[in-house]
């Protein structure tokens, strides 16, 4: 995701809002699901895990929070 495309998207979610991130890994993409925390300078800090930069994520989608729900019972 380039730099403009990020800041449009993040524009459309507040803190506290349930997100999904779809990231490009070393071995693979992979799946974070949490609530948002912050957005500082190009990266995006979730309530679990590490931060994640704008270069490494390839979308970002709401999540509901029955779906939040799920993947963290099964996660």
Do not use: Q, T
């Amino acid at each position: 995701m380039n730099r403009f495309e990020f800041e449009d998207r993040i524009k459309l979610f507040h803190v506290g809002d349930c997100m999904r991130l779809i990231c490009r890994g070393n071995y693979g993409d992979y799946v974070e699901v949490g609530r948002l925390i912050k957005v500082e300078k190009g990266r995006v800090y979730l309530d679990k895990g590490f931060s994640h930069s704008y270069r490494r994520i390839k979308r970002i989608e709401i999540c509901l929070e029955n779906d939040e729900r799920s993947i963290k019972k099964c996660g």
